[in-house]
């Protein structure tokens, strides 16, 4: 893993008229239920450590009411933190004064919302300029710049459109458009892409992971959706109930889920889809079979595998070395759901 | 069981004193301070005047003209310019044209008034809880106050003139516009005032880039609300010397002149319409353009 853009450190967030007063006793170990009957506090976030790589997708995942909304809120500071450290290229955001906060967010770190943050009295031009003006770039200038991002998520011809005249796709790609035209470093996107109906989902992937192949930002994706999360995550935190519960390399997360909770997640998913060659294969070489590419999935592998003659098939890398082999056993016990790893007692469903 | 069937009021002797007290005060302090009001107010009276002056003086088919432009400009709606054109020559045909020129001025500045001073307050109620917990209980007292009590105030500190009828209609009409700019902006999307912190804006920026583009529909209600209740002031207003529409109606009242009368508050009513529509369609206009109706 390359070196970390953004670390989160014991990071803590409580809702309620006085947080301050309440945080020793959810550092000490309150639980979220305690706290809410016997102090009326709503425990946010607790004890959040992660660190994000730049220049990659880090997904933050979680179902609603995880605080994984709250979490990227806290990045660029549209949410206080009750407690812990943010930092961004060796810089505490947390800890910026009212005008170093608004340079950081002007020039560092741009977002992408959910319900796309339009502004409706804008036209689709003015949009998109909209981080541009705000830095104080002449509007005409600002335009003209941001003229290229507008044609790279494929709007080009809609710029004297109004936001209303859109549809929910368009919209969100004149919302990453406006979050490209600013050259933040840092991109956040809260749950971007969860609004949309499946098909355009997919399709606004798509536009990311193109955008993200020539750009090489950092990325912090939210999403309540795992499949999204292995699509595009290079890495994924697990959220639940304010606290992170496993985080790590998307396939170690399927293959080893840490508790109930994550296998009632990953037992949804298209396992033959998701699970790469890379991830089941044994060192070594087999003799005969076919050559795959590592990255390759368990779905394509499968038929070039059972038509071999040996059952069984080499791994290659980028390069066409070979890294290790595959065997249809192998697939097959890859494609079987897990069990849990840990010893957890706890039941979730 | 005196204290059970009558009430323990204060006596007649104290409240006597307590008022006259109060009246002693306020004479004392209009003594003081009506000379330098009456200076403060005096550049409002020059171009209330000068305003009622020119409308007065130019020949009436440029007034009309003028109206009927300004009608087009604000509607785009040729009912509305006809219905403009015909309404002020039925005016003038029934002798009321100098009296509708001088309710025109009048109203026009005290609209004036109440925008520049009732937006900004507005925008302050909207911006702090505080301000809004303070203000919105005046702004209720100035709406149901009986115009006639504050009448009283206003003419032993100002006397009876224009200024102070300027005053009264102010009084009662910049309720609307305050209370409209404050909610427009307190209903304002959050999610568009969070993109616009995300990207780094400040307090200016959002306000005029954001809050008060998104809250104009609701302001210009305001607008045309203020115009309405100022309309509705100019009788009341006509009665400590306002010239205008108000002062026939006023003397049809004593003198049981109901034709008087009626013409005259029917032209109020044309003038009522005229402006409601105008502005109306002006304020749609402004809310169409950003909606974007058409979907191509």
Redesign the interface.
């Known amino acids: 893993m390359t070196e970390a853009k953004i670390r989160i450190q014991n990071l803590y967030k409580i809702f309620g008229p006085k947080p301050q007063s309440v945080i020793s006793k959810v550092q000490e170990g309150m639980s979220k239920q305690e706290l809410l009957e016997e102090h009326g506090h709503v425990l946010g976030l607790k004890d959040i450590n992660i660190d994000i790589p730049a220049r990659g997708v880090s997904v933050i995942m979680g179902l609603s009411g995880s605080g994984k909304s709250t979490l990227i809120r806290h990045i ?1 500071r ?1 949410i206080e933190p009750t407690s812990g450290k943010m930092i961004v290229d060796d810089q505490d955001v947390l800890a910026m004064s009212k005008d170093e ?7 560092k770190a ?2 992408v ?1 959910q ?7 804008r036209t689709v031009a003015e949009n998109a300029a ?2 541009l ?3 104080g770039t002449p509007v005409q200038e600002a335009k003209q710049l941001s003229q290229k991002w507008i044609e790279r998520v494929g709007l080009g011809g809609f710029e004297g ?5 859109l549809s929910g796709g368009m919209q969100q790609r004149v919302g990453l458009a ?1 979050a490209l035209s ?1 050259d933040a470093e840092i991109l ?1 996107m809260d749950e971007a892409f969860s609004a949309l109906d499946p098909l355009i989902r997919t399709d606004m992937q798509d536009v990311l992971l193109g955008l993200q192949e020539e750009l090489h930002k950092t990325i912090v994706f939210i999403t309540h959706d795992l499949d999204e999360a292995l699509r595009i995550g290079d890495s994924i935190a697990i959220l639940r109930d304010g606290a992170v519960i496993q985080q790590g390399d998307p396939q170690d997360i399927i293959m080893h889920p840490s508790d109930d909770y994550i296998v009632d997640f990953v037992q949804d998913i298209n396992r033959g889809r998701v699970i790469r060659l890379k991830t089941l294969m044994a060192p070594g070489e087999s003799t005969s079979g076919p050559n795959l590419p590592h990255t390759m999935n368990l779905e394509l592998a499968l038929p070039l595998i059972s038509e071999a003659e040996s059952k069984s098939g080499n791994v290659v890398d980028d390069d066409g070395q070979i890294i290790g082999s595959i065997s249809l056993e192998q697939i097959i016990s890859g494609l079987t759901r897990p069990d849990v790893d840990t010893g957890s007692e706890t039941r979730y469903q | 069981m005196d204290f059970f069937t009558k009430f323990p009021a204060m006596g007649r002797q104290g409240l006597r004193d307590l008022k006259k007290s109060i009246d002693a005060g306020f004479r004392d302090f209009s003594r003081e301070f009506g000379e330098s009001l009456e200076n403060f107010f005096e550049p409002l009276l020059w171009f209330l005047v000068r305003l009622e002056k020119l409308l007065i003086a130019t020949p009436w088919p440029i007034i009309i003209l003028v109206l009927a432009l300004l009608a087009w400009v604000g509607s785009r709606s040729v009912k509305i310019v006809i219905g403009t054109i015909l309404s002020f020559l039925a005016i003038g045909y029934f002798g009321m044209w100098k009296d509708t020129m001088s309710t025109l001025a009048i109203i026009s500045v005290s609209t004036i008034v109440c925008i520049t001073a009732g937006i900004p307050l507005g925008i302050l109620m909207a911006r702090s809880d505080r301000a809004q917990s303070v203000v919105t209980p005046i702004l209720d007292i100035m709406q149901t106050i009986p115009a006639f009590v504050y009448l009283i105030p206003v003419v032993m500190l100002l006397g009876i003139g224009k200024v102070p009828g300027l005053l009264a209609v102010c009084i009662y009409a910049i309720p609307p516009i305050v209370r409209l700019t404050n909610l427009g902006i307190r209903l304002v999307q959050k ?2 005032l ?9 307090y200016k ?1 959002k306000l005029f ?2 809050q008060i ?2 809250a104009l529909p609701n302001i210009f209600a305001g607008v045309n609300q203020t115009i309405m209740m100022a309309l509705s002031m100019v009788v009341i207003a006509s009665m400590i010397g306002v010239a205008g529409l108000g002062v026939p109606v006023l003397r049809s009242i004593s003198n049981q002149y109901l034709a008087l009368g009626l013409m005259n508050g029917l032209a109020i009513v044309a003038l009522a319409i005229i402006f409601d529509r105008v502005s109306q369609q002006y304020g749609e206009r402004l809310q169409k ?4 109706i ?3």
């Open positions: 660029n549209l906060l608004i340079e950081f967010r002007r020039y741009s977002m919302f319900k796309f943050g339009l502004h409706v009295h909209y981080g003006i705000i830095q459109h109004y936001p209303s005249q406006r600013t956040l | 999610e568009a969070e993109a616009a912190d995300a990207f780094g804006a400040n920026q880039g954001v583009p998104l353009h950003r909606q974007g058409k979907h191509d």
